[in-house]
Nanobody
Framework: QFKPVESGGGLVQPGGSLRLSCAAA??????IGWFRQAPGKRQEAITC????????NYANSVKDRFTISRDITKDTVYLQMNSLKPDDTAIYSC???????????????WGQGTQVTVSS
């Protein structure tokens, strides 16, 4: 089964930026979603880019700070995260599915996740 692979997590100071990468395949067939799970909280859908390149944003808490994009030539989807806050600390995961959905239980194929820690 196809599984995407995340990279780019790490420790960043409040106000800083990180770019996460999701190595995928067949981006003209799969939609790619980004999710996160903070300690003690439920998994949350952040955003998704469809097979056709349409973007759907789900999390109001990251509005105007996080941006999803893709480079089909590199089979990679990115999550650019700016103005990071301590509340953004979480495990970030990308996942593949035929169509975008905000539900983590909608039959996604998951990557292993990458830790993002925002702290001074």
């Amino acid at each position: 089964q196809f599984k995407p692979v995340e990279s780019g997590g790490g420790l960043v100071q409040p106000g800083g930026s990180l770019r996460l990468s999701c190595a995928a395949a067949a981006l003209d067939y799969y939609s790619i979603g980004w999710f996160r799970q903070a300690p003690g909280k439920r998994q949350e859908a952040i955003t998704c880019i469809s097979r056709t390149g349409a973007v759907t944003n789900y999390a109001n808490s990251v509005k105007d700070r996080f941006t999803i994009s893709r480079d089909i030539t590199k089979d990679t989807v990115y999550l650019q995260m700016n103005s990071l806050k301590p509340d953004d600390t979480a495990i970030y995961s990308c996942a593949a599915r035929y169509a975008c959905s905000s539900s983590p239980s909608a039959g996604w194929s998951w990557g292993q996740g990458t830790q993002v820690t925002v702290s001074s």
